[in-house]
């Protein structure tokens, strides 16, 4: 069990992820690549990934064993901010913590902290084993990652708003509280099904929260307690089974003022009574132009308990600025068509 152990200015500094950390979901996607769990969510993608995977994952596998401890390294919070600045950030590790935490993963299989022999190259920090190592977490990330990316950000994305509402709700124990259901919020611990016995004490430093798409079953923490703290917890994946790479002839189905209406009321996040109650149609219409809405790509849908939350993804998102900014548009042209049709043509 995990138990993580705040103080009341921990609790006021718990705070939700902007948005998916890309070697989070890089390092835990090489995790779902190799076992068979999960087919449902993650059948499709492994099928659609394995055979793209060209490069040299020798590195990574001595780096990231089936289950166990990886090193902290490896998902610096430079991740939140793209793929250039998270490897940047990995090849700035600095050599003490690089040794230590690779000597780390040898303990964890040798029983002794000695670092395994294929990494003791990359342990001395030289830079042609670390320039190995960028390179193959780019490979790694463009052919595992980089396809899906708008479904994991929707994902996330939908989580985030779930959560967010819970905040607004009930402030920051109401957000302990919702997280999903491996977890228990018992006032002032939050306890978790995890591999190990492990306590974590905050100590005034609050919690950062990181949903993750490719996360699986537990949650996962640094080891290094001094490291800035964050929980990465698993996504609800009721109503995505498989992840893909957007388009399709489903974007077809997308046609009718009624949709439309929809998509503009999910705007940040609603529940489908409120989008019924926003876009003036019926509780059922609502939940069935959601999921035609949700079948193109262009919203994401989670399930926690009783309530249904929809958000825009990417995709949705874009769509729906695209035609306010040609709304907002035609509103500024037509000053202009005005004074042409009294004047003729306007000139500067």
């Known amino acids: 069990m995990l138990r993580i152990h705040f103080t009341a200015s921990d609790v006021a500094g718990v705070r939700m992820a902007a948005r998916p950390n890309v070697l989070w979901e890089t390092i835990l996607s090489f995790h779902r690549l190799r076992d068979r769990r999960g087919s449902v969510v993650y059948g499709e993608w492994r099928s659609d990934t394995r055979p ?22 490896l998902t ?23 040794r230590s ?19 003791r190259a990359l342990a ?35 989580d985030r708003a779930l959560r967010g509402r819970a905040l607004l709700d009930g402030g920051a124990e109401e957000l302990l509280a919702s997280l999903p259901p491996m977890f228990r919020w018992r006032s002032p611990v939050l306890e978790a099904d995890y591999p190990v016995a ?34 990465v ?14 388009g ?15 998509l503009h009321a999910i705007g940040d996040g609603g529940t489908t009574s409120e989008l ?19 079948e193109a790509g262009l919203v994401a849908t989670l399930r926690h308990g009783n309530a249904v939350l929809h958000t825009l993804t990417p995709l949705g998102a874009a769509l729906l600025g695209g035609a306010r900014r040609r709304v907002a548009g035609a509103v500024s042209a037509a000053p202009a068509e005005r004074h042409y049709a009294r004047n003729g043509p306007v000139t500067s």
């Open 101 to 119: 935490e690779l000597a780390l993963l040898g303990a964890d299989r040798a029983g002794g902290p000695t670092v395994p022999h294929s990494l």
């Open 198 to 231: 492990r306590d974590l004490h905050l100590d005034g430093r609050g919690l950062l929260l990181q949903p993750s798409y490719f996360c699986r079953g537990t949650p996962v923490v640094l080891r290094d307690p001094a490291l800035p703290p964050v929980l």
């Open 248 to 262: 399709g002839s489903s974007l077809a189905k997308l046609v009718g003022n009624t949709r439309s209406a929809v």
């Open 124 to 158: 001395e920090g030289g830079e042609e084993p670390f320039s190995r190592l960028i390179g193959t977490l780019r490979s790694y990330h463009r052919a595992a990652i980089e396809p899906y990316w708008p479904q994991i950000r929707a994902r996330v994305e939908a």
């Open 52 to 73: 793209r995977i060209n490069g040299e994952t020798r590195l990574l596998a001595a780096l990231v064993p089936s289950r166990g401890y990886f090193p902290d390294f």
């Open 233 to 246: 917890y698993p996504t609800t994946h009721c109503e995505a089974p498989t992840v893909h790479p957007p």
């Open 76 to 98: 610096p919070p430079e991740g939140l901010h793209g793929l250039d600045e998270a490897l940047q950030a990995v090849r700035a590790t600095p050599e003490r913590r690089l």
């Open 276 to 294: 019924a109650r926003r876009a003036g149609v019926s509780l059922a219409s609502a939940s069935q132009h959601a999921g035609v809405l949700r």
